[in-house]
DNA sequence: AGCATAGCCGAACACCCTTTAGGCTACGCC
DNA sequence: GGCGTAGCCTAAAGGGTGTTCGGCTATGCT
């Protein structure tokens, strides 16, 4: 009755006046889901609360609509991970790549993705905690583990970590920032050390890098 | 109209004939929920997903029974994670006194922490990642922080392990500790380390325990 | 036997959600 | 200018939930 882009803006969300995409460009809609999820996910920290009706109203369209990019609540939830998660490995690759040494870039990379996370905490939770990801799995998070062993192996090779099962010890590492960054995220009141530094413990004692 | 003790046995749990409590112990039906509640929410592994409906169900009580004992949803989540981290605590407890000195005391609470939440994922998630957590805290966890720290410092005492910071160990300890868990529970199929020995790599490296 | 009261219940209010089915509209090629 | 169809919508089915209110019933003291 009324055409089209007058619409609800009965919202708290900020939202735009919208206008319906071009033809051919349908897809940039996804994208606007995609973005929103992962914004409200952030939010939220918790992927059985983000209802779909709300990504909608934020931005704003009807909720039936999202049922043209992605057939339930779960494929949007793991759209929105992949995204984050591929963000995040590029963020520890660029850090990485301006280091000076394999030891320094392990390092850089690792801090790069406590610094996402801190910054994420939602997100994080969603990566590591979530129902989506003990109903569906997220197999694209293999990336981040092998980028950590590829480090840890690259340290020994070049005599900065003394030789031994890189797998293992990059492992051990990883379970040691997880541990780090959930309990900073889950406990945010309670005193924990300088993150940096309990990194480095963690990297001298359980890779055998020494700090600088 | 059809008396009381009637009722529904329309579910799948296993409802027993519920009688009404004798005068004066009303505070049975509490204990019950209570027991409830942890078994459900082992299952779920997220608070917000326990609804008092389905507890009443499960027991089987009319839903609005639960408000004679507890002023609202989170305050039976609280309740039911504190009687868990009180079991939790207590195993530990045991499993320390039998041993012959600090180091292995400390090894066997923490072994049995980690026994306790491979045994019971759900409840582990709920006491450390649980949006209840986040929104009002769960004081009650202080003491397994508490008894770890005096581990680390009894090794200390006694020669055991290197002189040091013995919270600051304690706490890097934890820290791996929770990590490891927080990774199998969240990502069973990996193929994770066995526990023991990532376990004993922890207190060796970090704390400086040689095992045995 | 009477009766106050501890112990519990049913209905209802006021929300929220996912997903299906079918329909309108304006874009852009012809 | 016409019109097929991409792009998005409304309506509704069918389900959840926490919480409040008023009320029933069996108990056990008197």
Redesign the interface.
Known sequence: MFGYAGKAMEDTETAAVRRRNARGQGDRLRDEIVDTAVRMLDEL??D??LSLRAVARAIPIAATSIYLHFPDRDALVLAAMARCHEELVRHGDEAAATQPDAAAGLRARILAQVDWAQRHPGLY?VL??S?V??RL?MPFKEVMVARTVDGVQACMDAGLAPAGDAR?AA??L???????L??RI??P?LP??PARE?LD??LA??VGISPR
Chains 1, 2 share one sequence.
Not at 174 to 180: E, K, S
């Open positions: 920290a918790d059985e609360k939770k590591h905690e129902g990801h003990r799995g293992q492992i051990d990883r379970t040691a920032v997880n541990g780090m959930a309990q889950n406990e009141d924990w050390p309990q413990r963690f004692k359980l």
